[in-house]
């Protein structure tokens, strides 16, 4: 086979990668947006504020907690870093006062035991509420997270197709150049 025609094999078919490449970029772009969108609405539409540093439930909270919300402090939660900050630090800790360091399951197998306990009952409930909202802001979190990544994926993929654009038009140009009778 001629080496030109080699090239220019090679060369439509790096055109064809780059056309994959932008078209996947154009796809991920908008899964970011799209998931990144409904988070934040989501999120939003639950009206979470952080506590400020000023309230008590912020100074009630241990010195590492403190440190994970303060950067979020009065805030509306909004995003899934702060999702994850609220629910880790924030709603985990009252969680676990309010258990006795003891989690929704192992205070509801006690409360099955002892039905006639109003105290444990009530305290089940609240962590059973308390761990769902958790898991939902955690989840929000994960989702978000898978946002940032298919953001950062549609710019890996948009650099590749121009990066192949571009070696495919030296290869076409290269084609060119070569003696047609020369063989590879």
Do not use: C, W
């Amino acid at each position: 086979m001629q080496r030109s025609k080699v090239d220019k094999l090679v060369s439509s078919l790096g055109l064809v990668i780059a056309l994959v490449l932008l078209l996947s970029s154009f796809g991920l772009l908008f899964a970011h947006n799209f998931v990144h969108k409904q988070v934040s609405n989501q999120l939003s539409s639950q009206k979470i504020s952080f506590p400020k540093t000023s309230d008590a439930a912020f100074k009630a909270l241990p010195a590492s907690d403190q440190a994970a919300v303060r950067p979020y402090a009065g805030q509306q939660l909004t995003t899934g870093a702060q999702a994850e900050a609220f629910a880790d630090h924030y709603i985990a800790v009252h969680l676990s006062k309010i258990g006795g360091g003891k989690t929704y399951s192992e205070l509801s197998a006690q409360s099955q035991v002892n039905p006639s306990d109003t105290a444990l009952a009530a305290k089940v409930s609240t962590l059973f509420q308390g761990e769902m909202l958790r898991g939902t802001l955690l989840n929000a979190y994960a989702f978000d997270t898978m946002a940032v990544v298919a953001g950062l994926a549609a710019v890996g993929a948009f650099i590749g197709a121009i990066v192949f654009v571009i070696l495919s038009l030296l290869g076409f140009a290269h084609a060119k150049k070569v003696n047609p009778s020369r063989r590879k």
